[in-house]
């Protein structure tokens, strides 16, 4: 595995982040499990850094599996109420083709606006969205690494590798 952004690098672009996003005032930050739990932490701690102290909520959806190639997106914990009338931070880590986040805005119905933030935005051709905050965009291949897996292994990594 090749090593792409080490751990002070991912630190110092979500810092960076945090500083962006505290403009846009969310009140509240849903994060999508189980890939975005490592990015979430952080950047509601730079948040909180920041002056900003909001609570947090989250859905768990799935399109893995087990496997590279996505399928489906199964929803296994859905958002609250607690969104609604709201601006919603949804952070996820990492955008490829977009399908879990478009999924995730419409589990959002409701809130009065959403702001994307990633860990990585692939930025591919075609994709479905780009993120509003993305720490790392452009990135090519198979990531693992800061809440992101490869088949299951990986996820506790503190940095982000290339996982082809």
């Known amino acids: ?3 792409l952004f080490s ?3 991912i630190a110092l672009r979500v ?3 945090a500083k962006e996003i505290v403009r846009a005032k969310p009140d509240i930050a849903v994060a999508i499990l189980a890939g ?6 952080d950047l509601l701690r730079g948040l909180a850094r920041e002056g900003l102290d909001i609570p947090i909520e989250f859905l768990t959806l799935r399109s893995y599996g087990d496997a590279r190639i996505g399928g489906e997106i199964s929803v296994r914990l859905g958002a609250s109420e607690n969104i609604v009338g709201k601006n919603v931070l949804l952070i996820d880590g990492v955008l490829d083709h977009g399908r879990t986040l478009v999924k995730a805005r419409e589990l959002l119905q409701g809130a009065r606006a959403i702001i994307t933030a990633v ?3 692939k930025i591919r051709d075609g994709a479905l969205l780009k993120a509003d905050h993305a720490c790392f965009t452009h990135v090519e291949g198979f990531i693992a690494g800061y809440g992101m897996d490869d088949a299951g292994r990986g ?5 982000i590798v290339k996982a082809d």
């Open 119 to 121: 860990a990585v935005d």
């Open 7 to 9: 751990e002070s690098e």
């Open 15 to 17: 810092a960076a982040l």
């Open 155 to 159: 996820r506790v990594l503190p940095l």
């Open 1 to 3: 595995m090749k090593i």
């Open 36 to 41: 975005a739990f490592v990015f979430a932490a």
